[in-house]
């Protein structure tokens, strides 16, 4: 049985180490990618502060991310790769840090409270497998910290859970 802990963490990455510990122990023993990711969305919106959404698009044929598991308000379901922050990130097999979501040509407004983003690709190799969105109502909330947080996060599920 997981118990939450509230994280005190001296800087982000104390932070994210605390984040990685809980994790760990979320995945051991359950390799199940939906459920692993639904556990996964909770763990991030419960922590990290100042979010409006946090979850999974997969990438379930070359072109298209479906909708995974999240926490937040209803979102769109499919998006095409190269279109959005989303797309964008599986395009470049790589993070995408918006401070302003305004700014960001082809952004798509799941959430019009949305003010920044942040995407991590889901990484198998040289292959995606998906997606880790994070939304945020305030401009600028995320920053390399948490680019280098969620990306190790993103790793240690794509280790723990079955996906294709
Ligand atoms: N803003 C994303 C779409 C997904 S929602 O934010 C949940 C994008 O531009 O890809």
Known sequence: MH???KIEAADKPAFYREL????GGLL???RDAVANAANLS????????DLNWAGFYFLKTPD???LGPFQGRVACVRIAVGKGVCGTAVARRDSVLVPDVHAFPGHIACDAASRSELVVPLLSGDRVLGVIDLDSPSPGRFDEGDEAGIKALAALYVAGSDLG
């Open 3 to 5: 118990v939450a802990r």
């Open 42 to 49: 909770a763990l991030l919106h419960e922590h990290l502060p």
């Open 20 to 23: 990685a510990g809980q994790l």
């Open 64 to 66: 298209e991310l479906v």
């Open 28 to 30: 051991a023993g359950e």
